[in-house]
């Protein structure tokens, strides 16, 4: 018989992706009382470095040193990715976080472009930061502000990153070395802000939700997407993360968001959605 289990098509494999993401980023928020935004970030990098080390067993011993120096950095991205992006949301509305944040890839997709159909979605996402920004919206946190954008530049430099480890290594051993090395930055900061200590069974039981939802489940879904879309569907797709974000944000934490607010999600996803249908094959 064949087996027909998990049998998601590619479209749906990546809404699942970006659902599974930010319902693992309410989690997480949700944890930031008790154990601190640091705390959570180790819990979850901690988590998931060994469900994948425990899935993909990769052979350390047998990396170059070639590999060694892409894959070090971006691991270290990685991990420094997630927790400035927590600090991020532990003070301002998750859906304002991850439409600052999706900043960094999209400048990645247009950068050295001198089209002025690209500088024109440039703009676009610029009103949207704009909107957002605490001189035009004095109710957001301006340091929650500066940790999303500068998640959103960790963001474009793990791309970066990205697609130069993923041609020299395999997929899954990239990704589960560099979570080590992201797990070995930010373990320190979770001690540090106390955050771990508070841990007890039930929260370590969220936590591990947490790396299933924000990691595992996502990566596996992507990966088997990317697979089957061509990648400007992928990215269009992708684009939605922001709404996605504010949307579940919204039914788990009950986080509203005003006129202005819901224009500059809308303005970015736009931007993001028209640079990729535009860009140059």
Known sequence: MQNKNFNIPPVYAVLLAIISVQCGAAIAKSLFPTIGAAGTASLRIGISAIILLLAYRPNLKAITPKQWKIV??????????????????????????VTLEFI???????????????????LLAAAGIVLI???SNDSIDPIGVLFALLAGALWATYIILGGKV??????????ATGMLFGAVLILPFGFYENGLVNLTP????????????????????????????????????MSLEPAAAALCAYIFLQEHLNF???VAIICVVIASVGSTLTAKR
């Open 260 to 262: 202005c607010e819901i």
């Open 133 to 135: 920004a605490p001189w």
């Open 72 to 97: 070090v950095p971006y691991g270290l991205t990685l991990g420094a990715m997630n927790l400035i992006f927590y600090m991020a949301i532990e003070r301002i509305p998750i859906g304002l976080a």
């Open 166 to 175: 993923s041609k020299i290594m395999h997929d899954g051993q990239a990704v």
């Open 104 to 122: 960094g890839p999209l400048l990645v997709a247009i950068i050295g472009s001198k089209r002025l159909l690209d500088y024109c979605w440039v």
């Open 202 to 237: 039930s929260f370590f039981g969220m936590g591990v939700a947490l790396a299933l939802l924000s990691s595992a489940i996502p990566f596996t879904l992507e990966m088997k997407a990317l697979g089957q879309l061509p990648p400007r569907t992928f990215s269009i797709l």
